[in-house]
């Protein structure tokens, strides 16, 4: 039987508008250390530094059970940032991970 898997990083989800989260970042990394000493989880796991918003789709996305982007659409303007976005940015950073 090989090498059971192990978590590689963190993802802070569903975080409401204006709410700080830096005390809960910094339990959660205080937990990482203690389990990568305990070697529960990778070496090289971490607190990934994208965050995932909340928002209504997220919601209704989870009720039906469907992915987020499979409900979400792009805006018309460029700029705005949405949850699609946040899960774009996820993706590539979990990609860069695996490409280290």
């Known amino acids: 039987m090989g090498s059971a898997a192990q978590v590689q990083g963190v993802v802070f989800n569903s975080i409401k508008t204006g709410i700080d989260i ?3 970042k910094m339990r959660m990394q205080l937990r990482l250390n203690q389990f990568r000493s305990a070697k529960r989880v990778a070496p090289t796991a971490k607190i990934y530094e994208t965050q ?3 928002a209504m789709v997220v919601r209704r996305a989870v009720t039906l059970g469907m992915p987020v982007v499979l409900l979400s659409q792009d805006s018309a303007d460029s700029t705005q940032e949405n949850v699609l976005t946040d899960y774009r940015r996820l993706a590539s950073e979990l990609i860069r991970q695996g490409a280290d």
Do not use: K, Q, W
């Open 22 to 24: 830096e005390v809960r």
């Open 52 to 54: 995932i918003r909340d």
